[in-house]
């Protein structure tokens, strides 16, 4: 049973020695993941942090290991605080930090660590870490203890939550933790909560543009076919602009929605999965008004895109600065690495499609071997794609690239039709950890760092612990 009371007391019991340290002026660092959960939690901890005055650094990282720890301890920080990070190394964080660190994160971990004094983990107070509760609330209550006047950064909450993809909730709405954050922002004005339909791109482009830059649910003939939707939008005779200016989905009338339905679902026809997929389009959108329209910032899970963009293509403090409310150079630098980031993916995709010998199918669960056409930073979102296709969205698919210093990244995801029940979190961690390498997550999306060498014997470990 989820203990939100309880959460809010060990933060308010945390934050008089925390706001101490801010007073005496030590140096502080934040240290966060580089999706856009890790981003936007970052951001809340800092801004909340400096709104006191506090002498505060953020860095974004892409994975903890005890190199990475090494590296943070030598730059003699005198408190270090770690979202979305680090519940799979609480030991070596004792051993380098001793007490002076923090862990605010949502990843599974062991019992023993989740009862210790300088880590809160959502799972320990009753929430589901991998649906219900992400770093980025867990950091935003951890604000709200710190001071309530930071109610203001509720929206950056549900941005993470959604780019978590923890909007399983009844017509994809976020449940738990995360729905308290998102009361919160719905309570001050901050965000409309509307049933829309869920394309990609619905503030901000073309209607045809949306639709097949849509992956989630996959529309068989329409996802990644711009020419293809255009001519079914055309023959349906949907007006697609507007005094010569094209159109988004958010721009639609109710009726004109309703037609686009209409038109998809006639485009799909009986093709497997079609029924589901049509469902699945209509769901709770998150609308930021405050924000310029036509801009991904003004629909939260456009705002998680462009953050996972940032992180992804070394960009993350970008990321940062518009979390913190950059609306101009910043702004313009996440576009363009948007644009750069979905053109990285679409060639890993073709690249992967061109060797189908790289995906290894072994019962329920494939094995990608992105190697050489994948790079370690679009693993994660090419394996996410690649388990909404109508191919492997009844699999576990488990991929791996190479990285820096001989490791090898491993990205794993569970199909959205998949029928067994599978762990990947528990599953990385003990496979990686049977390889000398490091892993965790959630149920459902997990990774790893591996050597190279050891490949073949972690894909076993896989093998062994994935159902056939």
Known sequence: MADFDGLIARYRALSPDLLKTVRAGKKILIATHIDADG???????????????ANVALRAIPDLDQGSIRELDAAKFDFYIFTDLASTLINELDAAFG??????????????????PSVVNAWAFGYDGGKEGCSSA??????????PTNQDLSP?????????RQDGGPGRSVTGLNRAAAEDAQSR??????????????????????????????LKGLTGSKDAVLAALHQSGLALKDQGTWRTISSLTPDEKMKLTEVIATTLGPAEGATEAIASLVGEAYTFDFEDPFTPLRD???????????????????GVSVCLGDRSEALRSAMKTLSEYRSGINKALEALASEPSRMEQHGNLVLVRGEGIVDEKLLGPVISILTSSPEFKDKVLVGRAESRGGDLKISSRVGDAYGGSVNLGAIMREAAEAVDGVGGGHAM?????????????????????VSP
């Open 99 to 116: 007490p002076r660190y923090l862990v605010l994160d949502h990843h599974e971990i062991a019992e023993g660590d989740a009862a210790k």
């Open 300 to 318: 939260a899970r456009e705002f998680g895109t462009l953050l996972n963009a940032c992180g992804r293509m070394g960009a993350a403090g970008i």
């Open 189 to 218: 004005g901050l965000m409309r909560v509307t049933k829309d339909l869920m394309f990609t791109g619905r503030e901000t482009r073309p209607v045809h543009e949306a639709i097949a830059l849509t992956s989630s649910p996959f």
């Open 39 to 53: 981003i936007c939690s970052g951001s809340i901890a800092f801004a909340a942090l400096m709104r006191k005055g």
């Open 445 to 465: 999306a997990a990774g790893a760092k591996i050597p190279s060498s050891k490949a073949d014997s972690f894909s076993k470990a896989v093998l062994d612990r």
């Open 138 to 147: 867990m950091a935003y209550f951890f604000a709200l203890a710190i001071d």
């Open 156 to 164: 950056l909450a549900v941005v993470g939550a959604l780019a978590d």
